[in-house]
């Protein structure tokens, strides 16, 4: 069981650290959420494993918890984001669109 905890653990850091990548290098503010959503899952999952490691119940309440938190935070910011502007690569004078 130890060496399955350990294989779990060095893939959800694997998965951590990507999604950590594309939060901080996300082109626009889409790429950005799905990013933090992406992590928010990543830690729900890290929660599940350490419980059924441990047999421990008392995290599921917090990922109760977070699950809640995460989703209402992902529909407002979707719901009140203001869109991206670009700049159009065919104007001369580099206004945005």
């Excluded at 998965?15 to 990543?42: C, E, F, K, M, Q």
């Excluded at 999952?45 to 421990?56: E, K, M, N, T, V």
């Excluded at 119940?57 to 977070?66: F, I, N, Q, R």
């Amino acid at each position: 069981m130890s060496v399955v905890w350990h294989i779990a653990a060095v893939l959800l850091i694997a998965a951590a650290s990507i999604t950590t990548y594309r939060l901080l290098a996300g082109p626009n503010t889409l790429d950005r959420l799905v990013a933090v959503d992406t992590l928010v899952a990543v830690t729900m999952c890290g929660l599940a494993a350490w419980a059924a490691y441990s047999l421990d119940s008392t995290v599921l309440y917090g990922m109760v918890a977070l699950s809640l938190i995460s989703f209402l935070g992902s529909v407002s910011v979707t719901r009140f984001r203001v869109p991206d502007t670009a700049i159009d690569p065919h104007d001369s004078r580099g206004r945005q669109r």
